[in-house]
């Protein structure tokens, strides 16, 4: 399937009949659903389990890293707005606790030959296997942390988890809060892509969400990492936000693509005052309408695909020659909790404040406070808040979710034969529902 301008064409007519809020599923079942009779002794158990039928999966791990010198008003992030290194520094020092304690449940692996018995054959041996196929630091501001910090987390992340060969490694960015040098430092760590955030370059806007951001500052930051061997840089966009018009936000596009990122994230913004407090500093008299927020979002699927990006899906676009593209081209595309992926098979392991992770068929999130999570960890407990273990219905119904929204088909006889059901029976109510769809040309079934 190739998206370019001429197949990305927007009915706005339709785009109103539809317009309700829906889940952008990051995860399946989404993460409100998650329970707490879900917790400490069940990813307990999954840990025990990875090993278990001589399957190994490779592991990618998240580290959520909360704190911010200011606060963006449109943020909808779990953060710690501080200037008080001694804080971060602390919090360093319990992401290794953590990180020790999971290693401890992840147990041993067989490396070399089988194991038969009691016994080993031949030269195999038992011994621990921490291979990491995907690393992320997300936030929060990660490059809140001073250099010195950045390398105890690293060196306690080596401590028990090992990159693969080609290994991803990727931070996000803000590029008001990067001295020079930073970015030359993270690639000495291992850190090979970037996600910097940018959301719109219109001084007006920047202003009206207390984030002012100079185009020089975030080119400098870009042409460092490029500089220092960053294989990959992608930039946040938001559209939505206040004082937002076409003509800004087109002027704001012209200006990312002449920046040339390999991959382009553009997120619509969610005004949920209630929700989270900082949006509350929000003039809602500001915010675009729907017709202008609509007229926004087809105005960059034009211009971002006329310029040659591929879209990627719901939010992202990329380059043709960037790993997502050719994942997606492969069948091998993926979408967790940091966007998409092309690590689809990997357990993922969260570390800090409420990051999530994924073991096997199951789901976790971690305590949302930092006094939570210190005192979890004190008593030498997983500071695990809740969780949810997935049924067989929630695994086919997720495979389905999975290939719409990374490939925009989805091959019923696939879908029968992993999970042994007849497709056609099995989802009689969600295909009559789709039948309004395939009136309005916006879906097309057929027998395979």
């Known amino acids: 399937m190739t998206n370019t301008s001429e197949d990305l064409a927007v009915d706005p007519g339709l785009i109103r009949k539809y317009d309700f809020s829906g889940p952008r599923y990051t995860s399946y079942p989404t993460a409100d659903r998650f329970v707490e009779g879900f917790g400490e002794a069940q990813v307990r158990q999954w840990l025990a389990k990875r090993n278990i039928g001589g399957i190994k999966q490779p592991l990618s791990v998240y580290v959520h890293l909360p704190f911010c010198n200011t606060i963006c008003y449109y943020c909808a992030c779990n953060k710690v707005v501080t200037k008080d290194h001694g804080r971060s520094a602390k919090y360093i020092k319990y992401l290794a606790r953590e990180m020790a304690l999971v290693d401890e449940l992840l147990g041993d692996e067989l490396l070399g030959d089988e194991l038969l018995g009691d016994g080993l054959l031949g030269d195999g041996l038992l011994g621990k296997d921490r291979s990491i196929c995907q690393l992320h630091w997300g936030g929060g501001t990660p490059t809140f942390l001073t250099h010195a910090e950045m390398g105890t987390l690293m060196e306690a992340l080596h401590r028990h988890f090992q990159p693969l060969p080609g290994a991803e490694y990727s931070i996000e960015i803000d590029p008001r809060k990067v001295e020079p040098g930073t970015m030359a430092y993270l690639a000495g760590l291992g850190f090979n892509r970037a996600s910097m955030g940018v959301q719109d370059f219109d001084p007006?806007?920047?202003?009206?969400?207390?984030?002012?951001?100079?185009e020089a500052e975030t080119r400098r930051a870009i042409d460092e990492a490029r500089a220092s061997g960053f294989r990959s840089i992608n930039v946040d966009l938001i559209?939505?936000?206040?004082?937002?018009?076409?003509g800004g936000f087109d002027a704001t596009l012209d200006r990312v693509i002449d920046i040339s990122p390999e991959r382009i994230a553009l997120y619509n913004y969610a005004h949920l005052p209630t929700v989270f407090k900082p949006q509350r500093r929000?003039?809602?008299a500001e915010l675009p309408t729907a017709e202008a927020r609509l007229a926004i979002f087809t105005d960059a699927l034009q211009k971002l695909t006329a310029a040659g990006y591929v879209y990627i899906?719901?939010?992202?676009?990329?380059?043709p020659d960037d790993d997502l593209a050719i994942a997606q081209r492969q069948g091998r595309l993926h979408r967790n909790f940091q966007g998409y992926s092309t690590h689809a098979d990997s357990d993922l392991l969260a570390f800090g404040i409420s990051a999530i992770g994924r073991i096997g068929p199951t789901y976790y999130q971690n305590t949302k406070t930092l006094d939570e999570y210190y005192d979890a960890l004190d008593w030498g407990h997983l500071p695990v808040k809740r969780g949810i273990e997935l049924t067989q219905d929630d695994l086919v119904r997720r495979a389905v979710i999975q290939a719409l929204i990374c490939h925009f088909r989805l091959s019923v006889e696939s879908v029968e034969l992993a999970y042994l059901v007849d497709f056609r029976r099995y989802f009689a109510p969600e295909l009559a529902d789709l039948d309004a769809f395939v009136k309005e040309g916006l879906v097309d079934i057929s027998a395979e």
Do not use: C, E, W
Request: aromatic share 6%.
């Open 204 to 214: 007006a806007v920047q202003a009206a969400v207390n984030r002012v951001q100079s």
């Open 239 to 246: 559209y939505g936000l206040p004082k937002q018009t076409r």
């Open 282 to 284: 929000i003039h809602v």
């Open 313 to 319: 899906g719901m939010d992202h676009f990329a380059k």
